[in-house]
């Protein structure tokens, strides 16, 4: 019953935008062994995604600051340090919140994993979080984070294929965001398209016999891959060389 009750705090501080709350509520539960169900899980996914988007979308305006400033060349040191100094402070920041999760994920969430579904999503997730360490990272710590990414989304891919359809959402998570990952960090829009298209049409195939307990939130996700694929080949067409008669 306790337990319940800290469910019900959490649900609470998401409504009231509080997701640092959200995340030290779940941070207690998981680690006292605590099963979730599929509204909880998504509540956990949206909290940490939450703390981390906000930081990442931070990163990106100091980054263009910093270009804005290099490009005036104004002599400006002190405020090139203190953009430098933040960017450190941000990214520190989203690598703290990924490293945290995809420890409970590896130590609590996936171990204890109460149907394939679950392990789909947690792995999901742990690619997720991978992937936004790799936005962040250089060299060796790059290269690491993107292997792990691509592990963990490979496996959930696995899983996905041989036990939801198509057109479950979770299934069409890991291929969206997997997709992600092959265009924006490993700069692959080929790859990228190939994999969302493959996942967006099998689901479209069948999109007459999705359930209504899945139909919001698959339609969502498949107008999300839309829009990527149509990007994507735009961008593709725009690199191909013109050919000269």
Same mark, same amino acid.
């Given at each position: 019953?306790? !337990? /319940?009750?800290?469910?019900?705090?959490?649900?609470?501080?998401?409504?009231?935008?509080?997701?640092?709350?959200?995340?030290?509520?779940? /941070?207690?539960?998981?680690?006292?062994?605590?099963?979730?169900?599929?509204?909880?899980?998504?509540?956990?996914?949206?909290?940490?995604?939450?703390?981390?988007?906000?930081?990442?979308?931070?990163?990106?305006?100091?980054?263009?600051?910093?270009?804005?400033?290099? /490009?005036?060349?104004?002599?400006?040191?002190?405020?090139?340090?203190?953009?430098?100094?933040?960017?450190?402070?941000?990214?520190?920041?989203?690598?703290?919140?990924?490293? !945290?999760?995809?420890?409970?994920?590896?130590?609590?969430?996936?171990?204890?994993?109460?149907?394939?579904?679950?392990?789909?999503?947690? =792995?999901?997730?742990?690619?997720?979080?991978?992937?936004?360490?790799?936005?962040?990272?250089?060299?060796?710590?790059?290269?690491?984070?993107?292997?792990?990414?691509?592990?963990?989304?490979?496996?959930?891919?696995?899983?996905?294929?041989? !036990?939801?359809?198509?057109?479950?959402?979770?299934?069409?998570?890991?291929?969206?965001?997997?997709?992600? =990952?092959?265009?924006?960090?490993?700069?692959?829009?080929?790859?990228?398209? /190939?994999?969302?298209?493959?996942?967006?049409?099998?689901?479209?195939?069948?999109?007459?016999?999705?359930?209504?307990?899945?139909?919001?939130?698959?339609?969502?996700?498949?107008? =999300?891959?839309?829009?990527?694929?149509?990007?994507?080949?735009?961008?593709?067409?725009?690199?191909?060389?013109?050919?000269?008669?």
């Amino acid at each position: 019953m306790c !337990e /319940r009750n800290e469910i019900f705090k959490a649900k609470l501080a998401e409504q009231a935008e509080r997701y640092g709350d959200v995340i030290d509520v779940f /941070r207690k539960l998981i680690t006292e062994g605590l099963l979730f169900d599929v509204e909880e899980r998504n509540l956990l996914s949206t909290a940490y995604k939450h703390e981390v988007s906000v930081r990442r979308s931070s990163l990106q305006v100091l980054i263009s600051i910093n270009k804005n400033e290099a /490009r005036k060349n104004s002599g400006g040191d002190k405020l090139i340090e203190a953009i430098s100094d933040l960017k450190k402070i941000t990214a520190k920041e989203i690598q703290t919140f990924c490293l !945290e999760i995809i420890s409970l994920l590896d130590n609590f969430l996936l171990p204890s994993a109460i149907d394939l579904e679950s392990s789909v999503f947690y =792995l999901r997730m742990k690619g997720d979080h991978w992937r936004y360490i790799a936005e962040i990272s250089n060299s060796y710590f790059k290269r690491n984070a993107i292997e792990q990414s691509i592990v963990a989304y490979k496996c959930a891919s696995e899983i996905a294929i041989l !036990e939801l359809p198509p057109y479950h959402p979770t299934r069409l998570g890991v291929a969206l965001n997997f997709s992600v =990952l092959l265009y924006e960090i490993l700069n692959s829009p080929h790859r990228a398209c /190939r994999m969302c298209s493959a996942a967006f049409y099998e689901a479209i195939y069948e999109i007459d016999t999705i359930s209504d307990l899945f139909y919001k939130d698959s339609t969502l996700i498949l107008q =999300l891959m839309n829009d990527n694929l149509m990007l994507w080949l735009a961008d593709i067409i725009e690199k191909v060389p013109d050919k000269k008669s």
